[in-house]
C-alpha cells in the first residue's frame, strides 16, 4: 500500500507560479514513477507531468515550457507550475504506480482567478 500526501496549491493570481509537492510514503522498495494529473469540472483526468519507471519526464502539451517536475528525493517530487493561466484552474493530483497498481492523492485545488 502507497500513501500519497500532496501539499501546495490554492487561489493564484494569472502569471503565479506555485509549487505543488507530493510525498510517497508506505512498504516502498524502490524509486516508483510518479507524476501529476489535473481535473477540471466537466472534463476528464489529464497528465500534466510525470517521470517514467526509466526516470524520464513527460508534460502534456498545454504546460510544456511553464511546468516543471521535479524528484526532491526518490519518493517525493514536485511541481513547479509557471505563468499560470485561468485555464489551468483544476483539481491537481498526485499519482504513483506500484507492483502494477495505482495510488492516487486526495487532491489539491489550484484556481488561476484575480
Known amino acids: 500500500q502507497v500513501q500519497l500526501v500532496e501539499s501546495g496549491g490554492g487561489l493564484v493570481q494569472p502569471g503565479g507560479s506555485p509549487r505543488l509537492s507530493c510525498a510517497a510514503s508506505g512498504r516502498i522498495f524502490s524509486t516508483i514513477p510518479m507524476g501529476w494529473y489535473r481535473q477540471a469540472p466537466g472534463n476528464q483526468r489529464e497528465l500534466v507531468a510525470g517521470?517514467?519507471?526509466?526516470?524520464?519526464a513527460n508534460y502534456a502539451d498545454s504546460v510544456k515550457g511553464r511546468f516543471t517536475i521535479s524528484r526532491d528525493n526518490r519518493n517525493t517530487v514536485s511541481l513547479q507550475m509557471n505563468a499560470l493561466k485561468p485555464e489551468d484552474t483544476a483539481v491537481y493530483y498526485c499519482?504513483?504506480?506500484?507492483?502494477?497498481?495505482?495510488?492516487w492523492g486526495q487532491g489539491t485545488q489550484v484556481t488561476v482567478s484575480s
Open positions: 517521470f517514467t519507471s526509466g526516470g524520464s
Open positions: 499519482n504513483a504506480v506500484y507492483v502494477g497498481s495505482q495510488y
